[in-house]
């Protein structure tokens, strides 16, 4: 039997018992505004009191999306791995654009390959995504987050779960006290 070399670390922010777990497509520009947020969400509740999960939700209308999450997945796989895929994500968070079609189908990316969003990503984020990309069955992590939020109902990001339900009535754009009380509110 062969054995796997690797493993993706969780991306798990925080250690309280309430449980948080937001499905985000890395370029949706929701999802940006959701992921820019949880950080302060964190601060602001406490890492004691709440642990917020980062579920990766790929979504083939952002062409790069598979490409994108199995960055971020790969990342996971490196010493330090959970904050390694959080550079990766806050890159692409930080020039969305340089990921993205324009309305979905235009623009310059039209022209990239693979290899030039890894290398963008690997010079935006600092991390050595190259040969973490081409392990042969990291597909199993990136199925696994698809399984996750399919058995979920998760169909759209972002979407938000509390100690795990989903919660549709949070929304990127709501302020860091909506999201507090809505957490308080749910207990």
Same mark, same amino acid.
């Given at each position: 039997?062969?054995?796997?070399?690797?493993?993706?670390?969780e991306?798990?922010?925080?250690?309280?018992?309430?449980?948080?777990?937001v499905?985000?497509?890395?370029?949706? $520009?929701?999802s940006?505004?959701?992921? !820019?947020?949880?950080w302060?969400?964190l601060?602001?509740?406490?890492?004691?009191r709440?642990s917020?999960t980062?579920r990766?939700?790929?979504?083939?209308?952002?062409l790069?999306?598979?490409?994108?999450v199995?960055?971020?997945?790969?990342?996971?796989?490196?010493?330090?791995?959970?904050?390694?895929?959080?550079?990766?994500?806050a890159?692409v968070?930080?020039?969305?654009?340089?990921?993205?079609?324009?309305?979905?189908?235009?623009? $310059?990316n039209?022209?990239?390959?693979? !290899?030039?969003?890894?290398?963008?990503?690997?010079?935006?984020?600092?991390?050595?995504?190259?040969?973490?990309?081409?392990t042969?069955?990291?597909?199993?992590?990136?199925?696994?987050q698809?399984?996750?939020?399919?058995? !979920?109902?998760?169909?759209t990001?972002?979407?938000?779960?509390?100690?795990g339900?989903?919660? $549709?009535?949070?929304?990127?754009?709501?302020?860091?006290?909506?999201?507090?009380?809505?957490?308080?509110?749910?207990?």
């Open positions: 039997m062969v054995t796997t070399a690797w493993h993706a670390a991306l798990t922010w925080g250690h309280g018992p309430r449980r948080l777990d499905f985000l497509e890395p370029t949706c $520009p929701f940006v505004k959701t992921f !820019n947020k949880l302060v969400l601060e602001h509740v406490g890492p004691d709440l917020i980062i990766l939700q790929s979504q083939p209308w952002h790069f999306s598979g490409l994108i199995r960055c971020i997945l790969a990342a996971s796989t490196l010493p330090e791995g959970r904050e390694q895929a959080r550079r990766v994500m890159a968070a930080a020039r969305r654009e340089a990921f993205e079609f324009e309305h979905h189908c235009d623009g $310059p039209r022209d990239a390959t693979p !290899n030039d969003i890894i290398a963008r990503l690997e010079h935006l984020s600092g991390v050595p995504l190259r040969a973490a990309f081409s042969p069955d990291l597909d199993r992590a990136i199925k696994w698809c399984r996750y939020a399919r058995q !979920n109902g998760i169909h990001t972002p979407t938000f779960m509390i100690d339900l989903v919660t $549709p009535g949070m929304s990127s754009g709501d302020s860091i006290e909506a999201w507090a009380d809505t957490l308080a509110s749910q207990a």
